[in-house]
């Protein structure tokens, strides 16, 4: 549980910011802050995409959920030294951790059968490498994958900051979720086999802490699985500003060149990456779309549902990728 005065400080601090704005317009340096390299640290950087710092802060803050949707309009900077692609200036770490840890996600939930299914097969491949034992999933949010694992005899772990996500986990499924961040919650008394971050490193704060901190909870030869939108894939490319993985909730835009960087400072070594696939329904990616393209989107849905297919599942691949590495050193 995310201690309450963290919370309360947060919600104080955000009160009288925007008491602040109202009175004398935004204020960047009350709510907004530039980080380093996270992968090495430098301040030395390249604009990639020009952003803006006057946003509506009302609904930028209720985009920080498992099902954020609110498009980037921040700065994306490119590091000169290791290239690593990352936000800055971003929205304050408690502001952020505020939005996560309050909001509530039933349009995450409404998609329970499809991120089900595509969590199987994601379970199939980690089995390739660590077929049973203990597994964490950094992230959790609403149990699902911790489901098909405790349902395949793994013993299940958890790590959600949403208070809504992670108790819908532990009633609906017992998945045994911490509500919390990997740097609040606990230590667990007993190592881990596996680790897994499903769409949860490209919104750390810091990544590479986040990835240190894996690397302790797992046994030596364990497991570490993360999947990420791939901003190096040719689709991200063609897309541009307009790749739909460019989001606010997205502090970080990893290539599979930086996550092995990364995943070698934290003591391990890749064994293999792959696209990932996800299933989820018809209607409800038309209504992701909407972001984008809102009069076709609302179009193509509303005769999706006419015909009665808008909760037909799809398979799609929207250029994500999935890197299994194996713990070889303590860091």
């Given at each position: 549980m995310l201690p309450t005065t963290e919370v309360e400080s947060s919600a104080t601090t955000y009160a009288r910011s925007t008491d602040q704005t109202k009175a004398a317009g935004p204020s960047p340096s009350l709510l907004w802050e530039k980080v380093p390299c996270n992968l090495c640290g430098s301040w030395e950087r390249d604009i990639k995409y020009e952003g803006t710092t006057d946003q509506d802060m009302e609904k930028m803050l209720k985009s920080y959920s498992a099902s954020g949707n609110f498009i980037s309009q921040e700065t994306l900077v490119q590091c000169k030294q290791c290239k690593l692609i990352f936000t800055s200036p971003?929205?304050?770490?408690?502001?952020?951790?505020?939005?996560?840890?309050?909001?509530?996600?039933?349009?995450?939930?409404?998609?329970?059968?499809?991120?089900?299914?595509?969590?199987?097969?994601?379970?199939?491949?980690?089995?390739?490498?660590?077929?049973?034992?203990r597994i964490l999933d950094v992230g959790a949010a609403a149990g699902f994958f911790l489901k098909v694992a405790k349902e395949a005899g793994w013993e299940t772990y958890g790590i959600e900051p949403s208070m809504y996500l992670s108790q819908y986990g532990n009633t609906h499924y017992n998945a045994n979720i911490h509500c919390g961040t990997i740097e609040t919650v606990p230590p667990f008394e007993k190592q881990m086999d596996v680790v897994t971050l499903w769409d949860v490193l490209e919104h750390t704060f810091e990544p590479k802490d986040v990835l240190q901190r894996c690397n302790r909870y797992l046994r030596q030869g364990g497991i570490v699985v993360i999947n990420y939108p791939n901003i190096g894939?040719?689709?991200?490319?063609?897309?541009?500003?307009?790749?739909?993985?460019?989001?606010?909730?997205?502090?970080?835009?990893?290539?599979?060149?930086?996550?092995?960087?990364?995943?070698?400072?934290?003591?391990?070594?890749?064994?293999?990456?792959?696209?990932?696939?996800?299933?989820?329904?018809?209607?409800?990616?038309?209504?992701?779309?909407?972001?984008?393209v809102p009069k076709v989107a609302k179009l193509m849905g509303k005769i999706a549902k006419f015909l009665r297919c808008d909760q037909m599942l799809i398979p799609y691949y929207a250029a994500q990728t999935r890197v299994i590495a194996r713990k070889v050193n303590e860091v």
């Open positions: 971003r929205l304050r770490r408690d502001l952020i951790l505020k939005g996560y840890t309050e909001a509530e996600d039933p349009t995450y939930v409404s998609q329970a059968e499809g991120r089900i299914k595509s969590f199987e097969r994601c379970l199939k491949a980690v089995t390739k490498y660590q077929a049973s034992g894939n040719w689709m991200a490319k063609a897309a541009g500003r307009k790749y739909w993985f460019i989001l606010s909730v997205h502090l970080y835009y990893f290539v599979p060149e930086t996550i092995a960087e990364m995943l070698q400072k934290t003591g391990f070594e890749v064994l293999a990456d792959a696209p990932h696939y996800q299933w989820l329904q018809l209607g409800y990616l038309l209504y992701r779309l909407e972001a984008y």
